[in-house]
């Protein structure tokens, strides 16, 4: 006959493959852009998978307010750029306000489920779509010695509340008898925390030997399979399914099991049956592990807050690459739709290796060196509904830093533009420190000369241009940012003029 030994191999064999996978938080961490009607809705998914084994296929499951099925869509990694080297993608369009959207990560092989679930909000009992499944089992594989088909399990399910830990079994019959003659019948449903005692499992279990042992959860030492009672459990069967749960401060109460949620994010979870005595019980079924995090995502299409961008900046290594920088946060976890940089004449992408946003994450571009001199930039993000543009803004490079329009060369400096904003003329100050020969053009925020004033052998001292606000031909510029750029003796500076009509 087998005995529990071999489930206890099993278990054993599944902690082993989760150790040798990354502990982390958790092992999906997803994140939409907003969701706007009549528009594209991004969504993400880290994956980091917590077996190390290859081929798992990833995908997105969704359902909209007041909807009971969940959709399936897959998910689509995300290449070539090293910032998402572990993101998977799916895009949605939404004709109509689906309100708020509730949506779950799922990724398996031919033998292993690694999911997430819905989360249980409503009051009594979860239906069966409130749950996610876990790894199939299939039909007639009971071990030998096995007594009929309510012991050969077809799969199960986990979800979860804010207090309660739910889960259902499914078997060929679709009855669950407690017992026949003296043969007792014992149903299942394990939970390991990777993060707790390596050789504890704890389980829901139904059984009926009604004073002796009845259903409850069920704390089970794998070395000498003895088990002790920590908590209840509410059952019933439903559709041809055993349902069963237990209140999460049970579990949390065990010095076994380390917090809610586990530590590594995940628990491992298997079903399993058994018949014969309370002395000594036979093994019948139990289904393949499988690694379950109580967690999921929602959308709502009803509210956005707007996401900030703060603190960019550019770091150099002179001669070789100027990495451009900006914290993107979002208080709904929202992902940039949009991520630009415009520096000069090019537009980027940026990217980031962190994509939780609500606590803001860096992005960053790393340019080829652009050269010396004056360079122009601003920033553009967007979460798909509300968009963060910065000012057209300008820094100046040199072999030995990086410097605002604050920078004063030693041998001149703009002091000032009066007015500024101006409507039809103002006038530009600067100080030269060293004779030399200095030129004096206006630029538009493309990077177009429009005027240029004539070149000069200027003495020390200070002096000042009138600009009219035209063009080289006369002709009227329109409202807008330019900028005045001095150059001369090797060196530039500038100073940010906004004209307004």
């Not at 994956?47 to 007041?66: E, K, S, W, Y």
């Not at 999911?115 to 089992?137: I, N, R």
């Not at 493309?446 to 052998?457: A, M, Q």
Request: aromatic residues 14%.
């Amino acid at each position: 006959m087998y005995r529990i030994a071999n489930l206890i191999a099993v278990i054993g064999a599944t902690l082993s493959l989760a150790a040798s996978g990354n502990s982390q938080n958790f092992v999906f961490s997803g994140a939409s852009s907003a969701g706007v009607v009549g528009d594209t809705v991004h969504f993400n998914c880290d994956f980091v998978n917590p077996t190390g084994l290859p081929g798992f296929d990833l995908t997105m499951r969704h359902r909209n307010q007041g909807q009971g099925a969940f959709s399936e869509v897959p998910m689509v990694p995300i290449t070539g750029d090293p910032h998402y080297a572990l993101t998977n993608e799916c895009r949605l369009y939404y004709t109509v306000n689906p309100g708020t959207v509730q949506y779950y990560f799922r990724a398996g092989n031919d033998s292993l489920v690694v999911t997430q679930s819905p989360f249980f909000s409503g009051a009594g009992s979860p239906s069966v779509s409130d749950y996610a499944e876990l790894a199939d089992d299939p039909a007639n594989d009971t071990l030998p010695g096995s007594h009929g088909a309510w012991l050969d399990l077809t799969g199960s399910g986990m979800t979860y509340s804010s207090s309660r830990l739910y889960g259902y079994l499914s078997n060929v019959s679709g009855t669950w008898p407690a017992n026949s003659r003296d043969t007792l019948y014992l149903y299942a449903l394990g939970m390991i925390d990777p993060a707790g005692n390596s050789s504890t499992l704890f389980a829901m279990v139904y059984i009926n030997l009604f004073p002796i042992v009845s259903p409850g959860l069920y704390k089970i030492n794998l070395i000498d399979t003895s088990f002790t009672h920590i908590g209840n459990v509410s059952y019933s069967i439903s559709g041809g399914r055993l349902y069963m749960s237990c209140a999460i401060s049970d579990l949390t109460a065990d010095p076994d099991w380390s917090e809610w949620p586990p530590t590594y994010g995940y628990m491992i979870s298997n079903a399993v049956t058994l018949s014969g005595t309370l002395t000594s019980p036979s093994l019948n079924d139990f289904t393949t592990p499988s690694f379950y995090e109580p967690r999921t995502q929602t959308l709502s299409f009803n509210q956005n807050q707007s996401p900030r961008l703060f603190d960019w900046a550019f770091d150099q290594t002179p001669n070789i690459s100027l990495r451009a920088k900006a914290h993107y946060a979002d208080a709904d976890n929202n992902l940039p739709k949009l991520r630009k940089l415009y520096f000069d004449r090019g537009v980027y992408d940026m990217g980031s290796f962190d994509h939780r946003y609500v606590d803001s994450s860096e992005f960053e571009y790393i340019l080829p060196w652009p050269g010396e001199g004056v360079h122009y930039y601003y920033y553009q993000f967007s979460d798909g509904r509300d968009t963060v543009l910065t000012a057209m803004d300008s820094i100046y490079l040199s072999g030995t830093g990086i410097f605002d329009a604050g920078y004063l060369p030693e041998k001149y400096s703009l002091l000032s533009c009066y007015p500024n904003p101006f409507n039809s003329s103002t006038n530009i100050s600067f100080r030269i420190e060293t004779p030399g020969d200095f030129r004096l053009s206006i630029i538009d925020v493309t990077g177009r000369k429009v005027r240029d004033f004539p070149l000069h052998d200027y003495g020390p001292g200070v002096y000042r241009i009138l600009w009219d606000g035209a063009d080289e031909h006369g002709t009227p510029l329109s409202s807008g940012i330019y900028f005045g750029v001095m150059r001369g003796s090797g060196t530039s500076c500038h100073v940010k003029l906004v004209m307004i009509k």
